[in-house]
Each structure stands twice: as C-alpha cells, then as structure tokens.
C-alpha cells in the first residue's frame, strides 16, 4: 500500500494532486504538506492529514516521513521561473537543496521519489520544434539551472544508491481551481478569467510565442501514470517530456472567441516573462514517455478551453 507525502501541497498542483490521490490511495494514505498554512486551503486541509513541512529543514521531513510511514514522496515545493529570476537564491535554496534533503530522507528511509521538471531545463541553444527527448540543455534561468541540476542529482541518487526516483518535464499548467504562482505561461489561466470577467485580456506574452501546455487534469494523470508505471519499461526515470498542446497567444484568443465571439486580446509585454518564454521550447517530442510508460493526454486547446470556461463560470458564480 502507498503512504505518500506530498510536498508543497499547497500550491497550484499540490492543491489538485493532494484531492485526486486521496480518491485513489485512501483519505489516510496521502499526507499534504506545506511550510506554512495557507489561507483558502482549509478544506483540503481538513480532508485528510497534514504536516507543516519545509523541505530546507530536514528534521520536519524526516519527522513527516517517520510519523506517517511514508513509502512515496511527491516533491512539489518549488520556486518558478518569473519569481526565481527575481530572488535566484531562494530559487537555488528551495529548488536543489531542498531536492537533496528530499532526496537524502528518501535514502535513509527507502522511499520513491517524485519531482517534476520543466520546459525551462531548455534554453536557447535546444532545438526549438518537436524538442528531442535527450538534447543539449543550457537554460538561461536560474529556474532552469535548477531544473535540470534536479534532473541529474535524481539520475545519481538513483544509480548511487538505487533510490527509485521518477519525474516528468512539465510544461505550462493550466487551470481552473488554482491560480498560478509566478510562472511564464501564467498568462494561459488569467486569460481564461478576464474574458469571462471584462471580455478582453492584456497578454503580458508577445503574439507569436509558442509554448507547450497542459491542462490540469492530464497533468495529474502523468504524475500517477509515472509513478505506477513498470520500472522495467523506464529508461529516462526523472525527466520525461510530456505535452498536450503547443499554442502561441492568437491561438488561444480564437479558441476563447467560439464560447465569447467578443473577447479581445491585446498586449502589454513584460520583457523578463518575454525573455524566458522564448528561451523556451515552441513543442516538445514526447515519444519516450509514450513508449515508455504510455502518456496519453485527453485534453487539446479547444476542449480544453470550453471546460475551462464551464468551470470558471461556477467558480466565479456567472
């Protein structure tokens, strides 16, 4: 039986993840964490067991995974890209030493290890289009350093000291019961509510960048379907890319416009978000993960959206 600990549970996939695994697993198997209570939270934090955890302090981790008989830790807790460029040492304190002291509990205590990856592992000298599975990697981010520093150091923990360590590249998240919290395709999800609230958005992305995205629910299935998968199949284990859907701004406008013909886009662009998102992939190849563990997204662009909008309308109470 799985006893998972997930960390950062919190934030925008933590908040999901946490729900959808205790459907799965049982209400008493999956134990949120995060370090610190976060206000709009106090259902999930009711539904089921819940730690204060800061994976830069080891003692609190250990204590979480001793408590509860922890077999599988979901590491979520991250600085992303928008915000990791503003304070690149917090980044590099919560994304890779954090990462160890996850990486160094699941050693002592026998646990598998989950921690995804990101588009940002990518930089400006990667193939652009259809982004091979194993290919130069020089990001331009202290986001992306992280990213594929985490990449490697989960690589070594494995082959050192055979620690079942697993992890997806993910790219832009998009969805409705979580707002974002600081990342480059943030503007995916605060589009969708300003044409349901004002019929126009102001796109802090330049017209014409493309980016992967995913819609929640398939990422969450990619988070289970690794970790169930057969570790005989996998040869990557801890940095598979995966996608649903590669759109640039227009795109995303025309699909919003056949459930509100009189949404408008225009464009105010943030040259730091504009810098990074096009050191960024347009498309990802994820053919390893289909071979491998067979990823399948259920979701595109326009299904997408009109489940988007749907929800959104319940939500905001339209």
Known sequence: MRKILITGALGQI???????????????NVVASNRRIKEGHEDLIAS????IVDINEPASLVYAVDKHKINTIV?????LSAKGEKNPQQCWSTNINGLYNVLEAAKEKNCMVFTPSSIAAFGPSTLKDNTPQDTI?????MYGVTKVAGELLCDYYHKKFSIDTRGVRFPGLISY????????????????????????YISFIQKGTYMDMMYMPDALSAIIGLIEANPDRLKHRNAFNVTAMSFEPEMLAASIRKFIPEFKLGYDVDPVRQEIADSWPNSLDDSAAKEEWDW????DLDSMTKDMLEKLRIKLGM
């Not at 089921?48 to 730690?51: D, V």
Request: hydrophobic share 30%; proline share 7%.
């Open 137 to 141: 990697q020089r990001p331009s981010t």
């Open 177 to 200: 019961k979580t707002l974002p919290g600081g990342g480059t395709t943030d503007y995916a999800v605060h589009i969708y509510y300003e044409a349901l609230k004002n019929k126009k």
């Open 296 to 299: 399948c997204p259920k979701y």
């Open 75 to 79: 590491n979520l807790a991250a600085i």
């Open 14 to 28: 933590g908040s999901e993840l946490t729900a959808e695994m205790r459907k799965i697993y049982g209400w008493d």
């Open 48 to 51: 089921g067991p819940f730690e």
